[in-house]
């Protein structure tokens, strides 16, 4: 998704991405972003955003906010364990 995101709007004047910060806070009713720098774990600092993309993972920060503020939204949420099965194979020998 970010490689898409960047070829298709990199040029675009309202385009950001940001890496080596850690996502702290979704302030919804300010379209802001707190991060964190992960670099020094010190720096912290608000980003505006129009269109906020939540591609953070499993503990998602911008899903639970989304939950959180949106009382009317519907989601599920899972775990991969329900769909798979750990085999052990031996391996044959050389």
Partial sequence: MARFLKDQHGNDAYYSERYGTKLMYV????????????????????????????????????RDSFVRDNYDFEMDFGDIFNYFRAVHVKRPKA
Wanted: no cysteine; glycine share 12%; hydrophobic share 30%.
């Fill in 27 to 62: 302030d919804s009713e300010n379209h802001r972003v707190l991060l964190r720098n992960n670099k020094d774990g010190k720096e912290e600092y608000y980003l505006d955003y129009d269109l906020l993309v939540g591609a953070d993972g499993g503990r998602s920060v911008v």
